[in-house]
């Protein structure tokens, strides 16, 4: 997907849009919850630099371990199309 971006449009991006599993897992872990809180979650802003810091903790963690992080669901998935566009 990053590679679709225009390279002058990636340094542009100032705020990004997410939907569905991975942004709502993010933003489950941001606010700390235990699980899936959709009256929380929705609307909330996800710092970029939060993407990284959670998606790098995530990925480094065996998938054993990853299912057991609360909040997190089924883990996180788009890491590598996310990544190169976002700016901390």
């Known amino acids: ?4 971006v225009p390279e002058a449009l990636r340094d542009a991006v100032r705020t990004g849009v997410g939907v569905a599993g991975t942004m709502t897992t993010l933003a489950t872990l941001d ?3 235990e699980r ?3 009256s929380r979650i929705h609307g909330h802003l996800v710092p970029a630099a939060t993407v990284e810091r959670e998606l790098r ?5 065996p998938l054993a371990e990853r ?3 609360r909040g997190a669901g089924c883990g996180v998935s ?3 199309a996310l ?3 976002w700016r901390a």
């Open 1 to 4: 997907m990053a590679e679709r």
């Open 83 to 85: 990544r190169p566009s």
């Open 78 to 80: 788009s890491r590598r």
């Open 67 to 69: 299912r057991g992080v």
């Open 57 to 61: 903790r995530l990925a480094a963690l």
């Open 36 to 38: 899936e809180q959709p």
């Open 31 to 33: 606010l700390g919850l």
